[in-house]
């Protein structure tokens, strides 16, 4: 009779880029979360668009130093590189593909959930580089709130910069995107599988 274990050696061994861990791949996770940015980016800017003009100020908290404010911009988050628009399209096209390209590998929640982070804000500013004008490749994104000096922005620009972070420090962790740490030994569900799989033993 072969043994489960057998199994997962000989399947890890025809796909050389599949870890050896047997921790369950994070897809669905990453796909979850992209989703939901993907849904409140994408509400929150019709609303803003439905409610406010451009460049109207709607204050919230602290004497306005937090407030919504209808700004259509051309360039990157906070308005960074405003003469670049088609180019800062075709970078967030690059980093989809290169997100759908190694989900397969993914193994680590916090992976997921930080890829998920990236890809749902890039696809919600990638929707109006699209469909907003002036036009495909050159659409202006929907930004709206507005914190102190801080640069206007919306909720995709928030998911990015939270799911940057995390992935700063899942590195500095050493945290890998197959669950191991350092490329050595597996932490989280892959760490308890290989503990339970020895005391099995």
Request: glycine fraction near 12%; include cysteine.
């Amino acid at each position: 009779m072969t043994d489960a274990g057998d199994t997962t050696a000989a399947t890890d061994a025809a796909d050389p880029e599949q870890p050896a861990s047997t921790t369950p791949r994070r897809l669905p996770l990453l796909v979850a979360v992209a989703v939901v940015v993907l849904v409140v980016d994408l509400a929150t800017k019709i609303a803003i668009v439905a409610a406010m003009v451009d460049g109207e100020r709607i204050p919230l908290l602290l004497d306005g130093t937090v407030s919504l404010v209808l700004v259509r911009n051309p360039g990157a988050a906070f308005s960074l590189a405003t003469g670049m628009t088609w180019l800062l399209t075709l970078v967030a096209v690059a980093v989809v593909v290169g997100i759908a390209r190694y989900a397969r590998r993914m193994r680590s929640r916090g992976w997921a959930i930080a890829l998920g982070l990236v890809l749902g804000g890039a696809l919600g500013n990638l929707v109006d580089r699209f469909f907003r004008g002036p036009g495909p490749l050159q659409g202006h994104v929907v930004d709206f709130v507005s914190v102190g000096w801080w640069p206007v922005f919306n909720a995709a620009d928030s998911a990015i910069c939270l799911g940057g972070a995390l992935l700063v420090g899942l590195a500095l962790w050493g945290i890998e995107i197959d669950g191991t740490r350092s490329g050595r030994e597996p932490v989280g569900d892959a760490a308890q599988r290989s503990s339970t799989a020895g005391t099995d033993r």
